[in-house]
């Protein structure tokens, strides 16, 4: 754990004095590189507001840390269940013309909304890749404010619908985002949140889904208090389940009265379990990996080379176990994640190399089945499949009990 501080919470401003989850300085998610050396660590300290329960970054990261510097740095957030959003919309809003998408996640709902008979808009990003930086995510979060939105509605007009999708969980200030999003909103229009909701991966204390790219990691209480901070009427949050994490989606109306501050909350049992855990957990897992890994460290493959593996690897401190990283995205291999000490391979030559006897997943659970599949004839001479997702019944950290 780290120790206390008087940072200040990102929802409701309370001092966080608190002991948080100090994974100390990793090196950031993006930076894959031709060589083993992690040139750029942060620090990541998580930690839990005793007045509003948001769960934070106690301290964020500078932007350009962030910001990747291979131009084929991105992200898929889930789209099921858009069609399902796209009617709950119109049932809130039935008089609904015009929609906007304000992010990077958007056009997926803006076409479904397109199809129902709105016209869509959708805002760029208005900041170009110069001197080896390609702006992402940190750039589209940091585009969230009251100047330049203000600008563009008095450019395009206001919107009946808002979307934004996949951005507010990045935000240092996702209040002064919130209320930046305002000016864009005509008289009773919904603005809508979508963030990932942090409950499961909590509660089955899974650390890889940890990310320096996330400011902040909210609940579905936490999101309706965001939306009420920010001077809106929560009208829904609802709720789009996933095998691993549920996506939320405040649906929110500017309030015609302000809120009051909330009454301080307490700690929540939930984060308290996850953050106590972290020291036994992380010691039973290097132990097993280390074992699997054997003497010369060269029979544990880890398939999946995203965010959540690099998270995995660095936060457990598992960097000299992994002898294949394997992935079939052509743009990764050759490319040392960061923290690794090996480069990424494509599946064949985990195929060929019969060294292997572990295999870790780190892939979305429906695709794991088809992956399982094509690796066929490592089950055939006997390598173990493990899933790095706790709350999975075939995860490595089933083991460790």
């Not at 050396?37 to 301290?59: F, G, M, Y």
């Not at 994490?245 to 929110?252: C, Q, R, S």
């Not at 997943?361 to 006997?382: E, S, Y």
Request: hydrophobic letters at 45%.
């Amino acid at each position: 754990m780290s120790e206390a501080s008087t940072s200040r919470c990102r929802l409701c401003k309370s001092a966080l004095g608190t002991p948080g989850l100090s994974l100390g300085r990793l090196p950031v998610g993006n930076r894959f590189a031709q060589t083993a050396k992690a040139d750029t660590l942060v620090d990541i300290d998580i930690v839990e507001c005793e007045t509003c329960r948001l769960i934070q970054l106690r301290d964020a990261p500078a932007v350009d840390a962030l910001i990747p510097r291979l131009p084929w740095i991105r992200y898929r957030e889930p789209e099921g269940h858009l069609d399902v959003l796209a009617d709950a919309v119109l049932a809130f809003h039935p008089q609904a013309r015009k929609a906007l998408g304000t992010g990077p996640f958007d056009q997926p709902l803006l076409t479904r909304l397109a199809a129902r008979g709105l016209s869509t808009a959708a805002l760029e990003l208005e900041v170009a890749p110069a001197q080896g930086r390609y702006p992402y995510l940190e750039s589209w979060q940091a585009s969230l404010n009251a100047s330049r939105l203000a600008a563009i509605a008095a450019r395009m007009g206001t919107f009946d619908v808002v979307s934004c999708r996949y951005i507010v969980e990045h935000s240092p200030d996702p209040v002064a985002a919130l209320i930046a999003l305002k000016s864009l909103l005509g008289q009773d229009g919904l603005l809508l949140i979508e963030v990932p909701d942090s409950s499961k991966f909590l509660a089955a204390r899974d650390y890889c889904f940890l990310w320096e790219e996330h400011s902040c990691y909210f609940v579905e209480e936490t999101l309706g208090r965001l939306g009420e901070a920010a001077g809106f009427r929560v009208l829904s949050v609802l709720r789009y389940p996933g095998a691993l994490e549920d996506a939320l989606v405040g649906v929110l109306q500017v309030a015609k009265d302000l809120s009051s501050q909330p009454s301080a909350q307490g700690p929540s049992p939930l984060f308290a379990a996850y953050r106590d855990r972290f020291g036994t957990t992380r010691e039973r897992l290097r132990v097993r990996l280390a074992d699997a890994a054997g003497p010369a460290k060269d029979r544990l493959a880890l398939f999946g080379i995203g965010h959540h593996a690099i998270m995995f690897v660095n936060a457990f401190g598992l960097g000299a176990e992994i002898a294949l990283a394997v992935d079939d995205d052509p743009d990764k291999a050759g490319f040392f994640p960061p923290g690794f000490n090996v480069p990424v391979v494509n599946s064949q030559a985990l195929l060929e190399d019969e060294r292997i006897t572990t295999c870790l997943f780190a892939v979305a659970p429906h695709i794991q089945a088809k992956v399982q599949a094509k690796l066929a004839p490592l089950a055939a001479r006997g390598v173990a499949f493990k899933s790095i997702y706790a709350a999975l019944e075939d995860s490595i950290m089933k083991d460790l009990a």
